[in-house]
């Protein structure tokens, strides 16, 4: 029997003080409602739904984007997490499996943790992820009675007795579809916030003689996002995880505290990290690579072997074969750069193809846009690019060609010719010299006259 997940991202987030809908803001790169339909997709949900409020249709792009399948509903009005929930049931009409309740801007629910959700519901009919709290705060309390939650009493409508309880409400609960569609018919908003509360569902479960369980879950992993400083809190914490992650398999950070990961960050075993590496998404480094201290890398791949850096940037499409080298103040964008090239010193490569053993000089520029076009630069194997040579798009340079330094490259150069693309010099004997008592003379002039 599936699962479906519905996850709950209606809400405004007034706190974030944004024009963009609390569960767009991003931590490491993916917006909070990616890293909860990424916890999710552990449980292999046959069906997502997202239930959508402000700002719905960015809402449902991003969700789309990540799966084609998630299907978005709205909640025009947000009359509580209940009512959310209800607003879920056509879109999974004829479904008959498990539902998950989610929140979209809860980002960190382990996979794990979620597989312990769905095992308990072998034994009971509702479950609820619950957690001792160090500070229960404005949480809802869960009310047990040994292993059955008797009931879940929102902060508002909780007397000081079950204000004093810690054990809370994550928000995450499972129920059969049927059951948990039919016990929200008779949940209504008689209560202090005048909402309707998910959260009546396990005492109305229990009214009717269901079973009803709890399963505990560390803090952390409920750390919801409701403001600014929240969202840093998050980033943090997951640069905490992933950096000890890195590090647990076999990465070496050389000042872990340093370094930013992104949510989708691989890295192999036996690379090493310099000091302040920034990653974007889409970046995978292989096994024993080099990542020097002060680059920026997004949307590429890095083979074994090959060094980053120092202050060197990788753009999506960057493909650096094995023991590539990419030196400081460089660019790679859409660009293949195959085994042991070199491209060391301040230079520019996009949209380009560069073949093995290739050696490109400092200051060389691929320049690649015309002002409304992009162009390729494709250069062979075994060439060598002479310093700060222009190669002006579309252009090709053939296997163990070469550029004279300075050139500006607007014609392709056969296999193993040279090209000098460069006014001729020319020496005035004694010139300099004259120019510069000339120069003197008339400045010493311009003092006097002063
Ligand atoms: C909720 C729980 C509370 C729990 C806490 C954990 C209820 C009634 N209360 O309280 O027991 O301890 O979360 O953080 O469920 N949402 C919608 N539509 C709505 C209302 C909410 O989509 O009409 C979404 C919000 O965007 C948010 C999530 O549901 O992602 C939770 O809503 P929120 O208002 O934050 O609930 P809390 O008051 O924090
Ligand atoms: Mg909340």
């Known amino acids: ?27 490491a790169g993916a917006p909070l409602l990616i890293h909860a339909m990424d916890s999710g997709a552990a449980l292999d949900p ?120 810690t054990l809370c409400n994550s928000g995450v609960l499972a129920a059969d579809a049927a059951t948990l569609f039919d016990l929200l018919e008779a949940v209504t908003d008689d209560n202090a916030a005048g909402e309707f509360y998910l959260t009546d569902v396990p005492g109305l479960a229990r009214a009717r003689g269901l079973s009803t369980g709890v399963v505990r879950c560390p803090e952390a992993e409920t750390l919801g996002v409701n403001s600014r400083a929240d969202l840093a ?81 990788l753009r999506p499409g960057a493909e650096l074969a094995e023991d590539v080298r990419i030196g400081n103040f460089c660019e790679v964008k859409n660009a293949l750069i195959d085994a042991g090239a070199k491209v060391n010193h301040l230079s520019y490569i996009g949209d380009a193809q560069i073949g093995a053993g290739t050696n490109i000089g400092a200051g060389t520029i691929t320049c690649n846009y015309d002002g409304v076009f992009k162009h390729r630069t494709e250069i062979g194997r075994n060439v060598f690019v002479g310093s700060s040579t222009m190669l002006v798009a579309p252009v090709r340079l053939g296997d163990d060609s070469m550029t004279a330094s300075g050139s500006v490259i607007t014609r392709d150069v056969a296999a193993g010719d040279l090209a000098i693309a460069r006014g001729r010099q020319e020496n005035k004997p004694g010139l300099a010299r004259r120019m510069f008592e000339k120069l003197k003379a008339a400045k010493a002039k311009s003092r006097k006259g002063a």
């Open 233 to 313: 809190v998050a980033e943090a914490t997951f640069q905490a995880r992933a950096r000890a992650r890195a590090l647990d398999s076999g990465v070496t950070l050389v000042a872990p505290e340093t370094v930013v990961f992104a949510h989708d960050t691989v890295i192999g075993p036996d690379t090493v990290i310099e000091p302040y590496v920034v990653f974007g998404p889409g970046v995978t480094v292989e096994n024993g690579a080099l990542i020097r201290a002060f680059s920026h890398l997004e949307g590429c791949h890095v083979s074994r072997g090959a060094q980053v850096g120092p202050y060197a940037r």
């Open 46 to 165: 046959e069906r997502i739904v997202v239930v959508a409020g402000h700002g719905a249709a960015a809402v449902e792009r991003a969700a789309k984007d990540r799966d084609d399948t998630a299907e978005v509903v709205r909640q025009d009005q947000q009359l509580g997490t209940g009512h959310a929930v209800r607003m879920a049931r056509p879109a999974l009409d004829g479904f008959d499996g498990d539902v998950i309740v989610l929140y979209g801007d809860t980002p960190f629910i382990r996979p794990e943790t979620l597989a312990a959700l769905a095992a308990a519901r072998q034994v009971h009919d509702v479950v609820v992820l619950g957690f001792e709290a160090a500070d229960p705060g404005r949480y809802g309390r869960l009310v047990t009675h040994g292993d059955t939650l008797e009931r879940i009493v929102e902060f508002k409508d909780a007397d000081d007795h079950v204000r004093a309880i």
């Open 1 to 27: 029997m599936g699962t479906a997940l519905i996850i709950l991202a209606a809400g405004k987030g007034t706190r974030m003080k944004s024009d963009l809908p609390k569960v767009l803001h991003q931590v």
